[in-house]
């Protein structure tokens, strides 16, 4: 098995006019900034235009709504993380052990998934997850892994139920529902992961 590519989110972006890149920039760049300062359901079309600097017509024209922002950005962030993955340090990229790489990918994508589950939920209109391009480069990159450690048996299903747990409804539940530290959740994966290991 090879190491899964970075994976395109929604495709390759077609060639566009300097200015309309730069516009596309500005707007990306705007409406990271408000999400950041704000939080996601603060962010508002309106506002978004206003801090790029454009017309919020350019901004429908390009994004088509504000769940189709939305979505970009969690595009933007969920391609950053990928490669970081890929082509990061150790030892969530290249170079460390494979059973170091899953667990330092089990604490990453935890991490990535709270911090994302407001944009997930703005950009789908629920907890439904990501793009399956996306849920494919995880689990790629995890069955990588095990067969990298040598784990037997149903590689396809053991990594789907390592995967389980890192999906956003999961960790909402767990973390704003039932008030269970983030520490806690981190260190029952990773006893999930010595587990489906075991003596290999």
């Not at 390759?12 to 705007?30: F, H, I, K, M, T």
């Not at 944009?119 to 997850?129: E, Q, V, Y």
């Not at 981190?186 to 587990?195: G, K, M, Q």
Request: proline fraction near 6%; glycine fraction near 8%.
């Amino acid at each position: 098995m090879t190491e899964p590519e970075l994976l395109p989110i929604l495709g390759q972006e077609p060639r566009e006019r300097s200015d309309a890149a730069r516009n596309r920039d500005a707007v990306l760049c705007a409406a990271a900034a408000l999400v950041a300062r704000c939080g996601v359901e603060s962010v508002t079309m309106d506002a978004v235009a206003d801090a790029a600097g454009v017309g919020k017509g350019t901004v429908f024209r390009r994004f088509g709504s504000r769940a189709g922002l939305m979505a970009r950005l969690l595009d933007e962030s969920e391609a950053a993380w990928q490669g970081s993955v890929i082509y990061g340090p150790p030892p969530l990229g290249p170079g460390a052990p494979p059973l170091d790489r899953l667990l330092a990918f089990g604490r990453s994508r935890l991490v990535t998934n709270l911090t994302s589950a407001d944009l997930l939920m703005a950009a789908s209109g629920a907890d439904t997850g990501r793009s399956y391009a996306a849920y494919s480069f995880t689990a790629t990159h995890v069955r990588y892994l095990l067969d990298q450690i040598g784990v037997r048996g149903d590689i396809a299903l053991l990594a789907t139920a390592l995967l389980a747990p890192l999906e956003v409804p999961i960790l909402r539940q767990q973390v704003t529902v039932e008030h269970i530290d983030v520490d806690r959740i981190v260190a029952a994966w990773e006893d999930l992961v010595n587990r489906v290991v075991g003596d290999c």
